[in-house]
């Protein structure tokens, strides 16, 4: 009897701290997806800024472009991909949203 | 000997570059010969680079074509750049760099799309600045003088680490910013995340560069700025705006060289007015920076000088002056 008992109770515990837990985790989480959008935002400009003379926008000079580009050729894959993805975008800004849609 | 280098005072670092600017036809090559054969004479290693596009150096100097280094004197080297062809080798640098990050690029043709960079605005400057700051790092030479091309691109040219600068400090913000973040998040997920990103590195290398650039093209210890201007209106308005150019940089000009002074000749051509009008306001120009711009008057010769030996030959019709206010 007092065995049992005391399994509820170590039982119950663990549900307690994994609760716990996952409250924590899903903290982290719904504050990280507000950090990641502005990381997404933040490196949409800097890549704006770097390469736009690309697409047309007069921004940095062609030299300092240049020098950078090769050491972003991963993420302006990924610029490029978005912009001709097109209506996609709809659905990228609509995914950081969160939620069923 | 009548000295145009006069101007270049003590304690100055090595190597010194002198840049030669001025109206298109004025005599920025006489010039610039002439003070590199002036400083060669007396024992220094001098680098004459000419990225003028009117390629006067390899007629007056002999040098047999573009890019090839002479020794037309000891100690006096001469070099005629060709923008068109560096301009090309960047171009194609530049084209092949975009057309792996953008492959789609690939179904235009590779020549159209080097002319399309070659022809871009500011690619031409971006090419002399290049050249420019590789001169800056001579170490070979005790003295650079460099014959640019027409005032405004060599201008343009000599603003542009600033431009630069201003774009490498606000992308280095938000490079900063964006680091930061990345790591935040990773350590929030509990991943690992190297704190070094090489594009911010690669900035911060980018902005010592191009400010030690600026500081140099602006330090009067590194930098001469001359100007030359024939006694016209034209060509000393566009002096006076060079000095007022080179002076919001925080740098000013030390010697404006007046070529084709008519002197006595003038009145029997009719024009003595017009030149003593224009050279009173060189000597006003002068005094407008401070310490005071040295003026020096290259009197006509009846045979333009077109080789070494005929700027060897100038002395007797150099006389630099000293303007009222020195």
Redesign the interface.
């Known amino acids: 009897m007092g065995i049992r008992l005391t399994d509820a109770l170590k039982s119950l515990l663990r549900e307690v701290k994994a609760f716990f837990l996952g409250m924590h985790q899903a903290m982290?989480?719904q504050?990280?997806e507000v950090?990641?959008v502005?990381?997404l935002e933040?490196?949409h400009?800097?890549l704006t800024?770097?390469?736009g003379n690309?697409v047309g926008l007069p921004l940095?000079?062609?030299?300092?472009a240049?020098?950078?580009?090769?050491?972003?050729?991963d993420e302006?894959?990924i610029l490029?991909s978005r912009t001709w993805r097109g209506a996609d975008s709809i659905a990228d800004l609509f995914s950081t949203m969160g939620g069923e849609w | 000997m009548a000295r145009l280098s006069v101007f270049l005072e003590q304690g100055l670092e090595r190597p010194h570059v002198i840049i030669v600017m001025g109206k298109g036809g004025v005599g920025k090559t006489t010039v610039s010969i002439r003070i590199a054969y002036e400083l060669s004479r007396s024992g220094h290693r001098v680098l004459l680079a000419s990225l003028d596009p009117a390629k006067h150096l390899l007629e007056y100097l002999e040098v047999p074509k573009p890019l090839v280094v002479k020794e037309v004197e000891p100690r006096l080297y001469a070099v005629q750049y060709e923008v068109d062809r560096y301009a090309r080798k960047l171009s194609e640098e530049y084209s092949l760099l975009l057309r792996r990050l953008v492959p789609a690029l690939t179904a235009v043709s590779a020549d159209d799309v080097v002319k399309a960079i070659r022809d871009s605005p500011g690619f031409e400057e971006e090419v002399f600045l290049r050249i420019l700051s590789e001169l800056y790092q001579r170490t070979d030479v005790d003295f650079v003088v460099v014959d640019t091309p027409p005032t405004g691109i060599a201008l343009r040219v000599v603003m542009l680490p600033r431009v630069h600068l201003f774009w490498i400090r606000r992308l280095r913000e938000l490079r900063e910013r964006i680091v930061s973040i990345r790591y935040a998040i990773a350590n929030a997920m509990g991943r690992k995340e190297e704190i070094r990103d090489p594009v911010l590195d690669k900035l911060e290398e980018m902005e010592d560069r191009y400010r030690r650039l600026w500081d140099n093209i602006r330090s009067p210890k590194r930098t001469s700025f001359v100007i030359v201007a024939t006694p016209e209106p034209l060509p000393i308005y566009e002096a006076r705006m060079v000095f007022d150019r080179v002076r919001e940089i925080g740098s000013r000009v030390k010697m404006l060289v007046l070529n084709k002074v008519l002197a006595e000749k003038a009145s029997i051509i009719g024009v003595k007015e017009v030149e003593e009008k224009q050279v009173a306001e060189a000597e006003k120009i002068c005094c407008s920076t401070q310490p005071p711009a040295y003026l020096a008057l290259i009197r006509h010769a009846e045979k333009p000088p077109s080789r070494l030996e005929d700027v060897a030959e100038l002395d007797s019709f150099i006389e630099v002056v000293e303007p009222g206010c020195r």
């Open positions: 982290i989480e504050s990280v950090l990641e502005e990381y933040l490196e400009a800097f800024m770097v390469l690309l940095a000079p062609l030299s300092i240049a020098e950078l580009a090769p050491l972003l050729e302006t894959k490029f």
